[in-house]
């Protein structure tokens, strides 16, 4: 992963043709968000592997991941772009035992998650409390 920009807030990487590790991924997300720890680092650390794992398994490059706080309202904004804008997020079912489940994780522990189309890709994001 190549690190485009690092603002004090938040980080903006191209992601790499094969999918970050798990280890790499996670460590990234806790390295960006120092003092946040037990629960709620966890929950974003699942938002982030969630969505960064969908545009691996459903879609195709360019990926690009960014993760910000949102001055002001305690939360981290987790966005992933992907080079498919018309294969839009759909949640799975709980009662799919192998897939599926990503999506119904996200809206579990964010406040909030959506998409964005723009143009030739889109954006996934989720907002996750950190307090």
Avoid: C, F
Avoid at 72 to 96: A, C, F, H, I, K
């Amino acid at each position: 992963m190549n690190t485009v920009d690092l603002p004090r807030d938040g980080v903006d990487l191209d992601l790499p043709e094969t999918p970050p590790s798990p280890d790499e991924l996670l460590g990234l997300v806790a390295g960006i968000l120092p003092g946040t720890g037990g629960d709620r680092l966890v929950d974003v650390q699942v938002v982030a592997a969630q969505l960064v794992g969908n545009a691996y398994r459903h879609a195709r490059a360019p990926r690009r991941l960014r993760l910000r706080r949102v001055p002001g309202r305690g939360l981290v904004r987790v966005e992933v772009d992907d080079g498919s804008p018309s294969l839009l997020p759909v949640p799975g079912r709980l009662d799919t035992p192998e897939h599926g489940r990503g999506l119904l994780m996200v809206n579990r522990l964010a406040v909030d998650w959506g998409h964005q189309p723009r143009g030739d890709r889109k954006t996934v994001w989720a907002e996750v409390r950190l307090a």
